[in-house]
């Protein structure tokens, strides 16, 4: 079993930034990639970021590439989400997530944090 546990969220204006970060215990949760998705109102969950425990490679969605970077601290067992030049676009609840790769090289993200929410004004 992996834990996820998210903080950080909160209310920005335009052009601010914000820095989420993910608490991960478990036996196992170095076996896993990380991720952060999020969830606008009334829209489906999105894929923003990706990265293993190593570090590398990083993988983002192309509206925040350029804005948001995905970084790992081994030490504390967290990953976090820089988010820089926010627009009311970025307005969700953002989650963490544990995923495994397939020989496909499909990710299927099988745990996952309660969510975070930011709020962008303009």
């Known amino acids: 079993q992996v834990q996820l546990v998210e903080s950080g969220g909160g209310l920005v204006q335009a052009g601010d930034s914000l820095r989420l970060s993910c608490a991960a215990s478990?036996?196992?949760?170095?076996?896993?990639?990380m991720g952060w998705f999020r969830q606008a109102p009334g829209k489906e969950r999105q894929f923003v970021s990706q990265i293993p425990w190593s570090g590398e490679p990083t993988r983002y969605a192309n509206s925040v590439k350029g804005r948001f970077t995905i970084s790992i601290d081994n030490a504390k067992n967290t990953v976090s989400l820089q988010m820089n030049s926010l627009k009311p676009d970025d307005t969700a609840i953002y989650y963490c997530?544990?995923?495994?790769?397939?020989?496909?090289?499909?990710?299927?993200?099988?745990?996952w944090g309660q969510g975070t929410r930011v709020t962008v004004s303009s």
């Open positions: 997530a544990a995923g495994t790769r397939n020989v496909y090289g499909i990710y299927a993200w099988d745990y």
């Open positions: 478990g036996r196992t949760f170095r076996d896993y990639t």
